[in-house]
C-alpha cells in the first residue's frame, strides 16, 4: 500500500513538473516570437520616419506588428530612430518586447 501512495505522489509531481516546463517553455518561444516582431515594426516605423517608406511611421509599425500577430503598445520618433514595443498573448501571459532602430551612427 505503501508503495502505491508513493508511485502516485511521484507520478503528480512529475506531471506537475511536465506541465510546468511546458507553460514556461511556451512563454520563452512567444517571447522571441515578440522579440522578432518588435524588430520588423521598428524597422518599419524607423524606414517611414526617414522617408526610405511612405505613410505615418507608427501606423506602418502597427500594420507590421498586427501581420506578426502582436499589438503595438507604444511607438516613440526620436528623429530618424523609433522604438516600439509590442505585447503578444501567451496563454494566462502576456509578452512584452521592446525594439529600436534607426540609421546608422
Request: aromatic content about 2%.
Amino acid at each position: 500500500m505503501a508503495g502505491s501512495v508513493l508511485s502516485v505522489g511521484v507520478v503528480a509531481v512529475t506531471a506537475a513538473l511536465a506541465i510546468g516546463y511546458g507553460a514556461a517553455g511556451v512563454v520563452a518561444g512567444r517571447a522571441a516570437h515578440a522579440a522578432g516582431v518588435a524588430d520588423a515594426a521598428a524597422l518599419a516605423a524607423a524606414d517611414a520616419a526617414s522617408g526610405y517608406l511612405p505613410g505615418v511611421p507608427c501606423e506602418r509599425a502597427a500594420d507590421v506588428a498586427a501581420a506578426g500577430g502582436a499589438a503595438l503598445g507604444d511607438c516613440v520618433l526620436e528623429g530618424h530612430d523609433a522604438i516600439v514595443e509590442v505585447s503578444v498573448s501567451a496563454g494566462a501571459f502576456t509578452v512584452r518586447a521592446r525594439a529600436r532602430a534607426g540609421p546608422p551612427r
